[in-house]
């Protein structure tokens, strides 16, 4: 047999199926490496899904996705973040921001075009930019600036063969949500080297200590941002797979030609679902973010207490404590508290070399499950720290 | 603030030290706006919420709607106390529509349900005329499910 494609060969699966495939085997298993909202669907959605059913809204839209929900998208967007988009022109209805993301680099890149990404990133990144001819080019960011992208060292690391810069403020999987001022150096920086702004903003109605900045919003940067949203986070709405693009007139009419093809329409039961998210949804997502709030200052508390160094996420619903002192790399960390207390997090070092020394910790889940998590970490820790002191010996009187 | 009275109604057992990490308020000035509630009837007492049925108590719901005739200078209010006063009447709302008053009355079993109805609340003087309406299963009362909670099918690791 002839061998397969060679970008697609060369990509590492990822490193968190493996654990997920151990994790998923175990019983009493407390999860906090769930990147999804515990809630289900708020009904009032799920049940306009279910009528769309009942009314035979079965077909194909047309490819942009209904023209009522584009309308609606164009409304909110300018009522949060006062952004102007044309629903006929510039918003373009995907199968979740992950498709969005595809087409917009499959539009914008040739091959070998680099991208720039922060270092640690969501997992799809870095192989999507690949997937689609890219070379990613990580810039670390660090937990003393919480995790948030110095645009000086961004801007060292562009090079004659930039294309872009793609960002996800508040950001998986690190909490970490950036500062309007650092945020408006970075499109200066896009500005003056002429490159395309890729904006993931799935998760920015999670932004706890500060108003959300929609990076299109920013003077300078409509004309070279992609804003990449959708329904899962703020509606929880996952598994329906639904988000949506919103850019300039020609990028989105180049994506939409990719999703013609490929995708020909979004899921046209999603499409009306998410229609009723949008316009009868604000009290479900207010409720839900002021719940995750309080689970948020409950879990960074108990963490700390529990003997992790972990920084106040502003954003999303992650922790992203560091394990450091305790000498074990992420990998063995996560591995070693899965099996010996049953709580799965998710090693940060899935999310590049910048994440090892952390553990990613979704506090999407109940209070009695946070509470039970910490509690186990606690013994985990403690048993560890003894662990340790034996092994030196030195420590000991 | 309104946040703390969310969380007490949600989960009444909750300390002010809880609170005070869900909230980021400081902890006595939380205690101290508790007991400012309380004293003002803003927080009317503290209950559990039983399932009786579970529990193997058999006890029997009705609706009654009651038809009155309104008093001259205090309308509905002093019938509706002769109706609340009893301990069997759950609760009595004054309601629009064709019948004035709807009481839900508490009791051991049908019968003494239906005996309540005929003896007690039907020969009230400025009772008209009662409908009685058994409840045969909660579903959800005040707000809390009585069957069982939705199966949450998340995986335990996702990107």
Excluded at chain 1, 45 to 58: A, D, K, M
Excluded at chain 1, 256 to 273: D, F
Excluded at chain 1, 279 to 303: C, H, I, S, T, W
Aim: hydrophobic share 40%.
């Amino acid at each position: 047999m002839k061998p397969l494609n060679e970008v697609v060969q060369n990509t590492p699966p990822s490193g968190i199926r493996r654990f997920f495939d151990i994790a998923q085997s175990m019983e009493g298993v407390i999860s906090l490496g769930v990147g999804e909202p515990d809630y289900v669907t708020p009904w009032r959605v799920r049940e306009s899904g279910i009528w769309s059913l009942e009314h035979g809204y079965t077909t194909y839209t047309s490819n942009a996705g209904l023209l009522e929900l584009r309308q609606a998208i164009s409304k909110k967007l300018n009522s949060l973040y006062q952004l102007d988009y044309d629903p006929d022109k510039q918003i373009l209805i995907t199968v979740g921001v992950s498709e969005g993301l595809d087409l917009a680099l499959r539009a914008l890149l040739n091959q070998g075009d680099e991208v720039i990404v922060p270092d640690p990133c969501y997992v799809s990144y870095v192989p999507c930019i690949q997937f689609a001819g890219g070379v990613p080019v990580r810039v670390p960011s660090y937990s003393e600036e919480e995790f948030r992208l110095d645009p000086e060292r961004m801007e060292r690391a562009i090079t004659s063969k930039t294309k872009a810069i793609l960002l996800c403020y508040p950001a998986n999987p690190t909490g970490a949500t950036q500062t309007r001022e650092n945020l408006r150096k970075i499109v200066t920086v896009a500005a003056a080297h002429d490159l395309y702004l890729i904006s993931d903003e799935i998760y920015d109605r999670l932004s706890f200590t500060r108003p959300h900045t929609s990076i299109p919003a920013l003077t300078g940067a409509w004309d070279r941002t992609v804003l990449l949203n959708g329904f899962s986070k703020a509606y929880a709405m996952t598994g329906w797979r639904i988000g949506y693009a919103c850019g300039p007139s020609p990028i989105i009419e180049a994506m939409t030609k990719i999703h013609q093809y490929t995708m020909l329409c979004a899921s046209h039961l999603a499409q009306r679902a998410a229609l009723e998210a949008i316009n009868g949804g604000e009290e479900d997502v207010q409720a839900m973010v002021a719940d995750y709030d309080r689970r948020r200052r409950y879990f960074v508390r108990g963490l700390n207490s529990a003997g992790l160094d972990c920084q106040e996420p502003s954003g999303a619903f992650y922790a992203f404590p560091s394990i450091r002192h305790t000498g074990l790399s992420s990998l063995e960390y996560a591995e070693a508290l899965l099996m010996k207390e049953r709580v799965a997090v998710v090693p940060g070092n899935a999310f590049g070399d910048c994440g090892e020394g952390h553990i990613r910790c979704s506090y999407a889940t109940s209070l009695d499950n946070l509470e039970e998590a910490i509690d186990r970490i606690r013994r985990f820790n403690d048993q560890l720290g003894g662990h340790r002191l034996e092994k030196t010996g030195a420590a000991l009187p | 603030m309104r946040d703390l009275l969310v969380l007490l109604e949600q989960d009444a057992r909750r300390t002010p030290a809880q609170l005070a990490e869900l909230t980021g308020l400081p902890e006595n000035q939380i205690a101290e706006q508790i007991q400012e509630w309380e004293k003002g009837g803003v927080i009317r007492r503290y209950k559990t919420v039983v399932d009786w049925e579970r529990y193997g108590d058999e006890k029997v719901f009705a609706f009654i709607d009651v038809s009155v005739t309104p008093e001259r200078g205090t309308g509905f209010d002093d019938v509706a106390a002769r109706i609340y006063r009893f301990p069997e009447v759950h609760s009595v709302y004054l309601v629009s529509g064709a019948q004035d008053l709807r009481v839900v009355v508490q009791g051991r079993n049908m019968k003494e349900v239906a005996n309540f109805v005929a003896e007690k609340l039907a020969t009230i003087e400025l009772v008209n005329s009662t409908t009685t309406h058994f409840l045969l299963k909660k579903y959800k009362d005040d707000g809390d499910l009585f069957t069982e909670a939705e199966v949450n099918h998340r995986l335990v690791i996702a990107p």
